[in-house]
């Protein structure tokens, strides 16, 4: 006798890992900072960047403004790239778009 094909029901539904998050300080003011952009790829992102880039240098003090790019949406930033985004800058904005 020939064996009974089976339906075998997976759950990819778990519970995530307790870890606990804090945020860094926000600076007193924004005078002299670096700032780096990481682009996500997305659309339009560049447009929000170009204007952020323009208000954070003219209004805020800002010294300097970096951009960096992914190679895509679904790649994680290289770690040589992150390195230089915490040696390099104060902080970071990341991707968004469309």
Request: with cysteine; aromatic share 8%; net charge positive.
């Amino acid at each position: 006798m020939a064996p009974r094909p089976r339906t075998v029901i997976l759950d990819p539904v778990t519970m995530p890992a307790a870890s606990e998050s804090f945020f860094n300080p926000r600076p007193a003011s924004m005078e002299g900072l670096r700032i780096a952009f990481v682009d996500n790829t997305k659309p339009n992102f560049d447009i929000f960047c170009d204007r952020v880039e323009e208000l954070l240098l003219r209004d805020h003090g800002v010294a300097e403004v970096q951009r960096f790019r992914k190679p895509g949406r679904t790649v994680g930033v290289a770690p040589e790239i992150i390195k230089k985004i915490k040696t390099a800058t104060d902080f970071a904005v990341t991707g968004l778009g469309d």
